[in-house]
């Protein structure tokens, strides 16, 4: 029994949902973060379909990851391969002028929530100056069409790294204007089977028989699969308008504690279960959409936002988001 069919007997539902990948036929396309999970499936989805990305990430194994995953060559001197942090703007600017995108898709990001709190400035960094730096080369090379991939925790921030990307939310927001071309953010839960995620840390702690940590009985979470988050991000990439936030409807948030015991059922093993208590900046219940946020109908598996464009100086927004480690 694998994740997916845990998430399955919980009451997911993750069917396919079939994308059209013709319009991307012939342009040049640029992944950030390619060798991240998200990034990573990202890639694969595309070069199945004929489309070869070029992958821009800062971290060596797991931009080789990628490419080995889909190029049997495994060829490092391909053009498509780009070192690049997109922290350093001047290095961006010379990757973009090399590509010339036309499509964009930024998975770039700082994303786990205890660190970012822990290393606030970091996540800005990454979160905040990293994808100014996307959109503003972005505009300069005339993309026509930029979209960053967020999360649920940008909603109702409580924490660094949500309180990051939701200023990235609204950075994008900035760019939906008739001039540029579309530029559209995609918001979702927790992907099941990325580096590090919640389920993985479980499996590996009982299956060296040692006591699960859970910060509270009550948590619960949204969660999904790899291929419903790249099929989600594929889907608003076609259809979304400039300045939408695209939120898939992933059915009823699942307790992490049945999660930890369908793992257990799983593995034949059961362990202790440790209630560590909730960390700074963690909350019981994740939403998906904020108190002051209107959604309406996407599709038949999600929901749009529009988000307000940023309305002070960059700086004032840095320092909101790193107020949240105190």
Known sequence: MDIQTVIDELGRDRTPVPVDLSWLAGKRVLVS??????????????????????MLDRDD??????LYA???????????????DIR???????????????????AAAQKDVVLCQAFPVEAVKTNIVGTRNMLECASAFHVQLFLNISTDKAAEPANVM??????????????????????????FG?????????????????????????????????FMTHSEAVSLVLTAAATGKTGETVVLDMGPSIKILDVIKHLMTEAGVEVPIQITGLRPGEKLAEVLFGDDEAPYRFSDRASAVTVPPIDRDLHFWQDWATSFAS
């Open 33 to 54: 973060g390619a060798g991240g999970s998200i990034g990573g499936e990202l890639c694969r989805q595309l070069a199945a379909n004929g489309v070869f990305p070029y």
């Open 61 to 66: 194994n797991g931009l080789c990851s990628t």
């Open 70 to 84: 889909i190029d049997p060559s495994c060829d490092l001197t391909r053009p498509e391969m780009l070192l690049v």
């Open 88 to 106: 350093d703007i001047d290095a961006l600017r010379r990757a973009f002028d090399m590509v010339k995108p036309q499509v964009v898709f930024h």
């Open 162 to 187: 949500g309180a990051t990307k939701r200023v990235a939310e609204r950075l994008v927001a900035q760019l939906a204007t008739p001039e540029f071309g579309r530029y559209i953010s995609v918001r």
């Open 190 to 222: 927790n992907v099941l089977g990325s580096r590090a995620s919640v389920a993985e840390v479980f499996r590996r702690q009982i299956s060296q028989g040692c006591p699960v940590s859970l910060t509270h009985a009550d948590s619960e979470r949204y």
